[in-house]
């Protein structure tokens, strides 16, 4: 069946490290692949999608690129910040509209 | 514009407890979702609405789990005789169309305690 694995966390970088979090997924198809975000005390927003091999979502410096070869979304970003502290999941979107997520990856910046 | 709500936020039962944890989507979202996620897991899907049918309810992990959206907008998820093993946050999410990619917009969740 379809799954996604997502690095251990937590994941401490200082401020202005880079960033890198690993994911990667087991799908029949094509399915399409997320990072969502839950900060502190909020709800899980979406960061970024890619729909096909060789898309590149981004969005507030992060970056994740669909790469079907090595069935791959590794989300990175070139600069943490503080505010960057959170949970990240990834997650794919099966043929049914159903979120397979990985277990989250909890990041601490430090200042 | 106003996001997905649920209520209520905690909910603690004794077990052998029926529930009932309501979440209301954006305005005019087709799709709704409910998901279970435990304490540092990820979530688990567990049935989806377009409008009011009930399309798949394949993740409920029993026949203890009911969800209903009667009128194609609120939805109800119903655990009866509530275990300790209910014991997780249960989330919502709505989606304007069930296309691909289609973004689901989660509430706060409901985190429900069963002692």
């Known amino acids: 069946g379809n799954s996604v694995t997502q690095m251990e966390g937590p994941v401490t970088l200082s401020e202005e490290a880079f960033l890198t979090i690993n994911c990667t997924y087991t799908a029949t198809g094509y399915p399409s692949l997320f990072w969502y975000v839950q900060y502190p005390g909020e709800g899980l927003q979406l960061l970024l999608k890619?729909?096909?091999a060789d898309d590149k979502g981004s969005n507030k410096g992060f970056e994740a690129t669909y790469r079907k070869e090595t069935t791959s979304f590794h989300l990175e970003k070139g600069s943490v910040q503080v505010s960057d502290s959170a949970v990240y999941f990834c997650a794919l979107m099966d043929s049914n509209y159903q979120l397979i997520w990985g277990a989250g990856t909890k990041l601490i910046i430090k200042p | 514009g106003a996001g997905v709500s649920q209520s209520p936020r905690y909910k603690v039962a004794k077990r052998g407890q029926d529930v009932a944890l309501r979440c209301d989507p954006i305005?005019?979202?087709?799709?709704l979702f409910w998901y279970q996620q435990a304490l540092g897991q990820g979530p688990e899907f567990l049935t989806y609405f377009q409008n009011e049918a009930q399309l798949d309810k394949s993740g409920l992990p029993s026949d203890r789990f009911f969800a209903e959206r009667p009128e194609g907008s609120v939805s109800t998820l119903k655990i009866q005789r509530t275990q300790q093993e209910d014991s997780a946050v249960y989330l919502c999410?709505?989606?304007?169309?069930?296309?691909?990619?289609?973004?689901?917009?989660f509430g706060p969740g409901t985190r429900l305690t069963v002692t």
């Open positions: 890619a729909t096909k």
């Open positions: 305005s005019g979202h087709v799709s």
């Open positions: 999410a709505s989606s304007l169309v069930s296309i691909k990619a289609s973004e689901q917009y």
